[in-house]
């Protein structure tokens, strides 16, 4: 089974704080991705990565960076938290070019105060 | 821009009832999929559609890739309370990126027991 892991399930941090939320996946899977999820939104990419170093920016990059230094491992950074970044953030992964089923972490919920 | 027009937006059931709902779309994709998403959690695939006019079941789930390419549906049959969650269709367009979906917004389904 593809396992999606991130590094907290909840997470309360101040505005102004720098936040890294971590995502990693154990099926040597080239593709990763982060979402959020807000209420009547839906799901919005925010980033996504198709190789270790590459990245490319999702619907809304605004205010986030992220960072792929190794294939299992899919970083998102919040560099200044604000208030309107409140919100469920979910990691997924999809296998090679032709891989069009994402798995998905269990998500972090992140307030931000 | 694309778009998932998903619906109903909630259900409200008791247990044994059938269930359907649908996703369409003006555009064309090539891959429908149907997740299901339980509070707190992130979203769990629960059937992949790649060929028009596929039927798909996993269970007492049944998934269908429309003849136009534009919609799909999802049937749960004889439903439980478990079934209660969050049902969303994300598909790949035809032509586009390799690594994106586009997601709907969801369905709410809750059974009373």
């Known amino acids: 089974d593809v396992k999606v892991t991130q590094s907290s399930r909840y997470l309360v941090k101040r505005t102004g704080e720098k936040v890294f939320l971590e995502c990693v996946q154990d099926m040597d899977h080239e593709n990763m991705f982060w979402y959020r999820q807000d209420p009547g939104l839906g799901l919005r990419l925010i980033y996504f990565?198709?190789?270790?170093?590459?990245?490319e920016k999702g619907d809304i990059p605004e205010g986030y960076s992220v960072s792929r230094e190794k294939k299992e491992r899919f970083s998102l950074i919040l560099e200044s938290a604000s208030t309107n970044q409140t919100s469920m953030y979910l990691c997924?992964?999809?296998?090679?070019?032709?891989?069009?089923?994402?798995?998905f972490g269990p998500g972090t919920r992140l307030t931000v105060l | 821009g694309q778009q998932l027009n998903q619906s109903p937006q909630s259900m409200f059931i008791q247990e044994g009832e059938d269930v359907s709902m649908n996703c369409t779309s003006s555009s064309i994709f090539n891959t429908w999929l149907w997740y299901k998403q339980d509070p707190g959690e992130g979203p769990v695939l629960l059937i992949a559609?790649?060929?028009?006019?596929e039927l798909t079941s996993n269970g007492r789930l049944t998934a269908q890739f429309g003849i136009t390419r534009k919609d799909s549906f999802l049937n749960i049959s004889a439903s439980i309370p478990s079934d209660v969650g969050i049902y969303f269709c994300a598909a790949r367009r035809s032509g586009g990126s390799n690594y994106k979906l586009t997601f709907g917004k969801g369905t709410l389904l809750t059974v009373n027991p």
């Open positions: 997924a992964s999809s296998f090679g070019t032709s891989g069009t089923e994402q798995f």
């Open positions: 990565s198709y190789d270790v170093k590459m990245k």
């Open positions: 559609l790649y060929k028009a006019g």
